[in-house]
């Protein structure tokens, strides 16, 4: 199996941008489904994750009320919505997937990981 992100580029602070994650090679509605992020020079952030068996949805307090993570069942796809982005944003943004897995505080995530996206947010 494996995910791949898409829709990173570079953007204005207070802009919009809508990331995706395409996942296949394995049972996308048993899977919890994850969104990270690495700065430079700082650690891995997870700052959203989704359970596709259950629905239930985290954001860390970085991005709640400015990010939505939605999930299309149908098509094996997670998206990030991502508005009034600030400079702080920028980052390179991952996707990961584990079954079974836990949908929270300091979410893990360790079967299958993207190579990322970059997002750059200008000032």
């Known amino acids: 199996g494996q995910v791949a992100e898409s829709g990173g580029d570079l953007v204005q602070a207070g802009g919009s941008l809508r990331l995706s994650c395409a996942a296949s090679?394995?049972?996308?509605?048993?899977?919890?489904i994850g969104w990270f992020r690495q700065a430079p020079g700082k650690e891995r952030e997870g700052i959203s994750c989704i359970n596709n068996d259950d629905g239930t949805i985290w954001y860390a307090d970085s991005v709640k009320g400015r990010f939505s993570i939605s999930s299309d069942n149908a098509r094996n796809m997670v998206y990030l919505q991502m508005n009034s982005l600030k400079p702080e944003d920028t980052a390179v943004y991952f996707c990961?997937?584990?079954?079974?897995?836990?949908?929270?505080?300091?979410?893990?995530?360790?079967?299958?990981w993207g190579r990322g996206s970059q997002v750059t947010v200008l000032s």
């Open positions: 090679g394995f049972p996308f509605d048993d899977y919890v």
């Open positions: 990961a997937a584990e079954e079974w897995g836990y949908c929270g505080v300091e979410f893990q995530m360790h079967d299958f």
